[in-house]
């Protein structure tokens, strides 16, 4: 079988920090990327994503675990990696002196492009990226979202396997994103494998084949987006009014394992796993007489993701 794009094994990052104790900011993750996929890698603020990205692109070191790109090894051949990359990091990095134009003859040159070669490719970056208005522009005269656009523009100029996009879309509008979102996916058809981070679920959702949700530097979710999402579909929300909330009933709610629960005087607030359960709920609280009003829906899947970040906070 073809090499995986990406694979990950008990990969783990411990940064040393002056005078406080060590942080395991990436904690034993382990997945794989197929070739020619769009993979996501959300978390929220934190969640280890960057520093995921930095290892498998060699900018820094994993203190232990394993990780390939492209089958090669990211401490061992990271030349090799290096050559088989491409990188938008979260900070900004475009010449803000140069033009737009200049900006894509630089970069083509620096990864040994000539000219002409530059030229050609970047015609077309532009044409996908809708960037013909801006091309003789300063950089630093454009906008924060298009600045970024061009900066995720210019990793397509070279034809590198595997690009990174760490936060690809920050600062965009919806316009730009949208206009980011199409030109990626039309990228990927070509062949080329794509990993990004973002904390946007609904562009994840949009963009990405499969995903892995991480948080505290652990994997909370992951594969394909639609079996991640089925795991909403499975989840339910259910909005209740009592007549009165005592400890024990709180306890005995606590007991069918909410994903999450938030009480509030009378008004209670469940994320539950599945229907049955729900179900079950509702019918207690009805045969006792303790039932005023209740609401019942599927959870979103920002729900799930938010419930799935809850969980692995307790567990941990
Ligand atoms: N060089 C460093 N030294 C010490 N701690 C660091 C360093 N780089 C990152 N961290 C810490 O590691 C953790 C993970 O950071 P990381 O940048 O990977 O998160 P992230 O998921 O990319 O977050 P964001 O969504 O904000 O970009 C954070 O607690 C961060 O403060
Ligand atoms: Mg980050």
Redesign the pocket.
Known sequence: MEPAAISIQNLVKE?Q?NGKET?R??DGISFEVRKGQIFGLL??????????IKILTTLIQPTSGTAFVNGFDVVKQSIDVRKNICIVI?ENAVDTYLTVKSNFLTFGKFHGLTRKETETRSGRVIELFGLKDVLNQRAMDLSGGMKRRVQVAKMFIVDKPIVFL??ATTGMDTFNKRATIAAIKEESKQGRTIVL?T?MLDEAEELCDAIAI?NH?KIVASGTTGEVKKMGLEMFYLSLKVKEMTKELEEELKQHQPVKMETKESDIELTIRDHDTALKILSILHSRGLLLNFEMSSASLEDVFVALLDRSVTET
Do not use: C, F, M, W
Request: net charge neutral; charged share 20%; aromatic share 4%.
């Open positions: 940064y920090r942080l900011a990436v978390g929220p603020n934190g969640a280890g994503k960057s520093t995921t979260q760490d936060e981070t904390h991480i530097g």
